[in-house]
């Protein structure tokens, strides 16, 4: 499985950014997508994951009420919307999968998400 994540770029606080992540195959038709993100200096932590068997999402406290999650099966992709960005939301963002179900109870761990994306960069300005 390849994973290719774009739309990353500059904004400015307040603002709002799209990030898209393409799956070239399917690992299976039920396995989950998730965003993980790092930010210079610190580990990779987890932003969201969409459970694909039923849409369930959930989302990193820092980052719900603000971030959306969504898929469009056709095409295999995920979406992030991102608003009301803050400059602490800066860092590579990377999309992730796994085979089989999601595991909720380690939903937010990396090492569950043996695919992933190069990246994209998202920066926030102050």
């Known amino acids: 499985v390849q994973l290719q994540a774009s739309g990353g770029g500059l904004v400015q606080a307040g603002g709002s950014l799209r990030l898209s992540c393409e799956a070239s195959a399917r690992t299976n038709n039920y396995a989950p997508m998730a965003w993980f993100r790092q930010a210079p200096g610190k580990e990779r932590e987890f932003v969201s994951v969409i459970d694909t068997w039923n849409g369930n999402t959930y989302y990193a406290d820092s980052v719900k009420g603000r971030f959306t999650m969504s898929r469009d099966k056709a095409k295999n992709t995920v979406y992030l919307e991102m608003n009301s960005l803050k400059p602490e939301d800066t860092a590579v963002y990377y999309c992730?999968?796994?085979?089989?179900?999601?595991?909720?109870?380690?939903?937010?761990?990396?090492?569950?998400?043996?695919?992933w994306g190069q990246g994209t960069l998202v920066t926030v300005s102050s």
């Open positions: 992730a999968t796994r085979n089989g179900r999601i595991i909720t109870s380690s939903m937010n761990r990396a090492e569950q998400y043996p695919y």
